[in-house]
């Protein structure tokens, strides 16, 4: 009887410390970190699942949404869903400053612009936006940006505020 009752308390409070995480997002330290280092251990199935488990579950979340951001580049190849997501986060924070550094900004700015960028490059070298999605492959831009470097797409997660995009769902 006391053994039933043991086990009914410990799976009654991994219950309620599941729950209580489910609902809150992890930190942006610790996306920056998962990603990262899923990266660099060629982990693409467990970025894939990371990434958009984290987005379906915390969408309104700025470091989910830039994980996504990158995601639907890399594995993807969907540009323009991914230069959505991050004008998104912009316009939210040029609305809404507060939460976000300056630096933040500047570097989601630079990170807008490059991805309109490549976009635009793709056009001009005749690389229609079906054909860069069907090219997508996370392995290309790993060996690409060789074994001991990040793409800066990731790198920009360690700049993501603790922050909702939209202010009264924090």
């Given at each position: 009887m006391?053994?039933?009752v ?5 799976v ?14 992890p ?6 970190n998962?990603v990262?280092?899923?990266w660099?251990?060629?982990?693409f ?21 830039m994980?996504s951001?990158?995601?639907d ?8 869903k ?5 004008v998104?986060v912009?316009d ?17 700015g ?5 991805a ?6 793709a056009?001009?070298?005749g690389i229609s936006?079906?054909q860069?999605?069907q090219?997508?492959d996370?392995?290309?831009l790993?060996?690409?940006?060789g074994?001991d470097?990040?793409?800066m797409?990731?790198?920009?997660l360690?700049w993501?505020?603790?922050?909702n995009?939209?202010?009264e769902?924090n």
């Amino acid at each position: 009887m006391i053994r039933i009752v043991t086990m009914s308390v410990l799976v009654f409070s991994m219950l309620i410390t599941s729950n209580l995480q489910a609902q809150m997002p992890p930190s942006p330290e610790e996306v920056a970190n998962t990603v990262s280092n899923l990266w660099m251990q060629r982990d693409f199935t467990g970025m894939s699942n990371f990434v958009t488990n984290l987005y379906m579950a915390h969408s309104n979340y700025v470091p989910a949404i830039m994980a996504s951001a990158f995601h639907d580049h890399c594995f993807s190849g969907d540009i323009a869903k991914a230069t959505n997501k991050l004008v998104i986060v912009r316009d939210c924070a040029t609305n809404w400053p507060s939460g976000y550094a300056h630096a933040f900004l500047d570097v989601l700015g630079s990170r807008i612009n490059w991805a309109v960028g490549e976009s635009r490059l793709a056009l001009k070298r005749g690389i229609s936006e079906t054909q860069h999605k069907q090219n997508a492959d996370p392995q290309a831009l790993r060996d690409y940006v060789g074994d001991d470097r990040l793409p800066m797409a990731i790198y920009y997660l360690f700049w993501a505020p603790n922050t909702n995009v939209w202010p009264e769902s924090n």
